[in-house]
């Protein structure tokens, strides 16, 4: 059986985590903020996915929050982060945004 496209590609990304964080990413720049919140809060709460992209699905969701001006929101996604990830680059990154903001 193969995958039917849609017109999502969020909906399209289910075999690639990363792919899921990639086309929120686009829908921030374009605008859409509040889309890319839903389908990231949706993706990170809802399936099984590698630490890697769940790191990076935080690190969007505190991008779009930030953009949107709800800095308590996006600090909480950077902490979750530094719960998430040992890695170095990760926690450095997380800990810059969650001082200076994602602009």
Known sequence: MTHARSDDPLEDAIEDPMATVQAAAL?????????????????LDGRQVTASARVEGYFELG????????????????????ALS???NH???ARRLYRLGAA
């Not at 829908?27 to 993706?43: E, N, V």
């Not at 929050?65 to 800095?71: K, V, Y």
């Open 27 to 43: 829908l921030r720049q374009s605008g859409s903020h509040q889309t890319a919140i839903d389908r990231l809060r949706r993706f």
């Open 86 to 88: 040992d890695d170095w």
């Open 63 to 82: 991008r779009c929050l930030d953009e949107l001006g709800r800095r308590r929101d996006a600090q909480a996604c950077f902490r979750r982060i530094l």
């Open 91 to 93: 926690r450095e990154r």
